[in-house]
């Protein structure tokens, strides 16, 4: 046996007998093979905006993505915003374009063998309906969110856009890319009374026209919106402005809607059953989920996707969404991103994030997960479970995806234990303590009674991320008391733990936090901070997360042709095993890692490999295999024969 890395904390291949007291499931491959179907989870990933673009760093992220995850495709905000040249000088009345930074953006997008969606955002300055300075603008770079002084002029610039990207890379290659028009309907909402009920179809129905009138080759879809809302809408508002789509787009994360319905708890798939409902909800279409990760607004969902957490969410993810999704776009493929800033340090609060790589390129857990399903063979490989033919291969915690290479092998199975952390349920099991994490924090304290008290304010203490507010709603108050009482008064699925006031930006802001923010305590002159009520209790751990899994897996000789001397290869990712910020905290937490961290940190990332044999059992060859929570695991079997 031959491993990449030790000690591991938990094995990850058992022989015949299993971890004492858990719970063995019988998981065996075999029947019919059929067409697996596109890799949709490798059609698109996200990012923050076009500026970030003009990076080399950002750019050598992105072919690493591609060379190493097979990612074929990115999306971001902001190409029009003016940041980007401007793109549009002059008057409304007679635009000047000038494309030069789109140009570099979009070139360095190609080198790195990747083809955009092009997300059509946001609203230039000259173009806006809006007095300047005073125009409704997003995120830190502050793209305009306005309507144009007149239609035809956003039709105008798309157009435009789409010519000199045609004359620049062809029209056979400017075919591939997908246009999507806007953002999550920002400032230009559902239902405003017009034909087909909404503002938002106005800019789809002009971006439209103007495209196809280049060439009809070209594709375009939307609405982009969030939380899959108005899919349906969209489709029916087609047909009133009577024009079409070439695929429809929404987005979706499990902190959406997942974190507020009552059965979250018990409905492990609550996300991937949103996404199946909206992808029906297209009426055929080509059906892309154009953002998602593993949880956005961090509610006390324990830095899942800098931890393995995240790599265990996408195996189920993608296994679950066979079928009912095109596109599946992970929200984001690196650090480097400026939606509330540019990151302050290389994993912690405001460092890395949703990302699949920190600042400086580290893999995180997902990316390696991402990694594990580049292998994935070209036909789906039936799952039983405990005797049943399974249709999902998911068995509580448990999801199991097989493939194919070729008929007669390689095989690749792809396992993950993973539940939702969305800090629900077991609160009123606990009595009313909410539940903080996966591994810790459960119990952080909900007083609600107890007043504020500011002897117990702690001055010069902030307590970095976890916010609970996005940054267009976190609000200010004229005291620490009053940020206290926010606290305490805020909604109560939401469990705000723990509040930090002080001077921002020119305004005293009152920050809401959720436990997750509670480790993450520091020094920061100007800045007062405290607990609602009492201190959270210490940490402890709750079973549902902690569940470990057993796994006997047979692949029978059907398939092995013979089992002695097929080579079976297990790759692992773990609390051990590709999570490099552990190693990050044992460094002290530098804020900026030296050359030689960053070194240890990438060797940090590596996977656990082992080499294994099969044991004979059952009907065919076995392996036992031991999973502890959000682990994620490929299997990859040789056989040693071809099948006949």
């Known amino acids: 046996t031959v491993m990449s890395r030790l000690p591991l904390l938990l094995p990850l291949i058992l022989g015949p007998a299993t971890a004492s007291g858990a719970a063995v499931t019988d998981v065996s491959l075999g029947g019919p093979l059929k067409p697996f179907g ?25 072919k690493a993505v591609h060379d190493d995850l097979g990612i074929v495709g990115v999306r971001f905000h902001g190409t029009f915003d003016d940041d980007m040249g401007p793109v549009v000088t002059g008057t409304p009345a007679n635009p000047v374009y000038n494309f030069t930074l789109v140009d570099k953006v979009y070139d360095g997008i190609r080198a ?65 890319f997908k246009f999507e028009v806007w953002n999550e309907l920002w400032g230009m909402p559902w239902g405003t009374g017009l034909p087909g ?50 695929f429809v787009s929404t987005h979706l994360y499990p902190t959406d809607w997942c974190d507020s319905e009552p059965d979250a708890r018990t409905n492990l798939d609550c996300f991937t059953e949103n996404i199946a409902n909206a992808s029906r909800q297209a009426a055929g279409f080509p059906f892309y989920i154009t953002e998602y990760n593993c949880g956005w607004k961090d509610t006390d969902i324990h830095d899942g996707e800098s931890t393995d957490y995240a790599a265990s969410f996408a195996l189920r993810t993608v296994n679950l969404l066979r079928g009912k999704v095109d596109v599946l776009s992970w929200w984001t493929f690196s650090s480097i991103f400026e939606e509330g800033g540019l990151p ?32 994935a063979g070209n036909l789906s490989v039936p799952v039983t479970i405990d005797g049943s033919l399974s249709a999902t291969g998911v068995d509580g915690t448990l ?151 057993t796994v006997v897996l047979t692949i029978p000789e059907a398939l092995l042709g013979e089992i002695d001397g097929s080579s079976v290869t297990v790759t692992t990712i773990n609390s051990t095993c590709a999570n490099p910020k552990p190693k990050w905290i044992e460094m002290g937490s530098p804020t900026w890692p030296a050359e030689s961290q960053l070194v240890a940190l990438t060797q940090a990332s590596q996977v656990c490999t082992e080499q294994q044999e099969l044991v004979r059992g059952g009907e065919g060859g076995q392996l036992t295999l031991t999973l502890e929570a959000y682990s994620a695991v490929a299997v990859h079997i040789t056989p040693s024969q071809p099948r006949e």
């Not at 173009?127 to 969110?145: D, F, H, S, V």
């Not at 103007?210 to 047909?239: H, I, W």
């Not at 290389?346 to 920190?358: H, I, L, R």
């Not at 802001?509 to 209790?537: D, E, M, Q, V, W």
Request: hydrophobic letters at 40%.
């Open 399 to 549: 999801s199991v995806m097989a493939t194919a290479s070729d008929a007669s092998g390689p095989y690749q199975v792809y396992l993950s234990n993973f539940a939702p952390d969305d800090n629900k349920g077991v609160a009123a099991a606990a009595g009313g303590a909410s539940t903080d994490a996966g591994r810790a924090m459960d119990g952080a304290a909900t007083p609600s009674g107890t007043p504020c008290d500011p002897a117990a304010f702690e001055k010069d203490v902030d307590f970095p991320g976890g916010d609970l507010l996005p940054e267009s709603q976190k609000f200010t108050t004229p005291n620490a008391s009053a940020c206290c009482e926010a606290c305490k008064h805020f909604q109560v699925d939401k469990f705000c733990a723990v509040w930090s006031w002080g001077l921002s930006g020119g305004l005293t802001r009152c920050y809401l936090k959720s436990a997750s923010a509670i480790p993450n305590k520091k020094a920061h002159p100007g800045f007062t901070a405290g607990f609602p009520g009492a201190p959270p209790p210490p940490p402890s751990n709750h079973p549902w997360y902690n569940t470990t899994r």
């Open 344 to 375: 302050t340090n290389e994993f912690g609060p405001f460092g890395a994030n949703s990302a699949m790589q920190t600042v400086h390129g580290v893999p995180m857990p997902v990316y390696r997960g991402f990694q594990l399903l580049s292998t």
């Open 197 to 246: 009920g909404s503002q938002y179809m106005a800019m789809y129905n002009e971006s439209y026209r103007a495209l196809k009138a280049v060439s009809p080759r070209l594709q375009v879809g939307g609405p982009a919106t969030m939380e899959v809302k108005n899919v349906a809408d969209f489709v029916a508002a087609l047909k009133a402005w009577d024009v079409s789509a070439d």
């Open 38 to 62: 596109p890799q949709f989870w490798t059609k698109s990933v996200g990012s923050g905006h076009a500026k970030l673009a003009l990076r080399d760093d950002w750019q050598q992220q992105l």
């Open 112 to 176: 790195a063998g990747v083809t955009p969606i092009i997300e059509l955002s946001f609203m230039p300055g000259v173009l806006a309906n809006c007095t300047p300075g005073k125009c409704r603008t997003t995120m830190e770079y502050r793209g305009i969110t306005e309507p144009p002084v007149e239609w035809p002029m956003w039709g105008a610039l798309v157009a435009a856009l789409a010519e000199h990207m045609i004359e620049r890379y062809t029209l056979d290659v400017v075919a591939t």
